[in-house]
């Protein structure tokens, strides 16, 4: 299934994310048809940011996936579990979550996007590098030659991935932080702004400062 920009597209999640990835959706040329969301602030309003409030995640039982597709506003700050959560239950109902990328980006032909995956303004995707599903690049971020991504990832704003990094599944790369080339990091992994990998990283957990070094165990985002 490869939709069309011709599909609705409802968004997930009301945050701070999300306002930029409503921003990324109407840049792009999708249409809008609302909002879900947990946040009962939000949930009492009629509209948010200028568009439709549906209700929770059950609201969306009226907007099958063969007429609505889905973009998820969920960010994390640090491993991207509740992301990911949203991300399966919703694909395990049949939906689809198109590719979004700023018109401000670079990406290089070469380099294969998966879906869902959220490329922002002014990051650059290199030759040959791939990103997995629900993936976050954000703004200012660069991917270098021959990345691999794992599927869920979150790369934070100006964050530097060197030539030939690999990051597993789940990984927070924390703004400003820098990977060294050919180094491997596993998942459900996070990484301190600011801080600088320049070995690999294989036990799951905390890790930051210059060089990155373990600091904390691996818990589940709440």
Known sequence: MNPSKDMPVILLGSGGHAKVVLDLLLETGFTVRGITTSDPAVLRASRWCGIPVLGDDEVLASYPPETYVLANGIGSARIPTVRMQIYQRMKAKGY??????ARSAIVKTSAVIGEGAQIHAGAIVQTDSVLGE?????????VEH?????????????????????????????AGATIRQCTTIGENVCIGAGSVVTSAIDAPGIYYGVPARKNGEFYEQV
Do not use: D, K, Y
Not at 168 to 174: A, E, F, K, Q
């Open 96 to 101: 689809f979550f198109p590719p979004l990328i």
């Open 134 to 142: 629900n993936v976050i690049i954000n703004t200012r971020v660069v």
């Open 146 to 174: 021959e990345c691999v991504i794992g599927q869920h990832s979150h790369v934070a704003t100006g964050a530097i991935l060197c030539g030939q990094v690999t990051l597993g599944s789940c990984v927070h790369v924390g």
